[in-house]
């Protein structure tokens, strides 16, 4: 059975940087669409960050463009999430998720709903503290 195990969650200071990895344990990644989620106490489950197939297409939430990045390496079977100038705000359980590509036309449907409904495969998570 295939897994997503996430990891590189820590505590960092406001304006620091953090990379979180994601590797899946399947046979290969490369037909699925990927996405980072992130959940803080008492709030929904929000789409952070997702990528198609290949990463020809990326969404952002609002509150993260400019400071985070998303990528993907298939060879590895690993997706990152880069996140640089971190805020309190940002502190949450950070979730990798992933969706077969094809059921989307595009990657911000897709992020808004997999967290909205809870779809595709999702790892464990990870927990990012932003506090000095």
């Known amino acids: 059975q295939s897994q997503l195990v996430e990891s590189g969650g820590a505590l960092v200071q406001p304006g620091g940087s953090l990379r979180l990895s994601c590797v899946y344990s399947?046979?290969?990644?490369?037909?699925?669409?990927v996405g980072w989620f992130r959940q803080a106490p008492g709030k929904e489950r929000e789409g952070v960050s997702c990528?198609?197939?290949?990463?020809?297409?990326?969404h952002y939430a609002d509150s993260v463009k400019g400071r985070f990045s998303i990528s993907r390496d298939d060879a590895k079977n690993t997706v990152y999430l880069q996140m640089n100038n971190l805020k309190p705000e940002d502190t949450a359980v950070y979730y990798c998720g992933i969706s077969t590509g094809a059921l989307w036309s595009n990657v911000e449907t897709m992020c808004i709903q997999m967290a909205q409904f809870s779809l595709g495969e999702w790892g464990q998570g990870t927990q990012v503290t932003v506090s000095s």
């Open positions: 990528a198609s197939t290949g990463a020809d297409s990326t």
């Open positions: 399947g046979f290969s990644l490369r037909h699925y669409a």
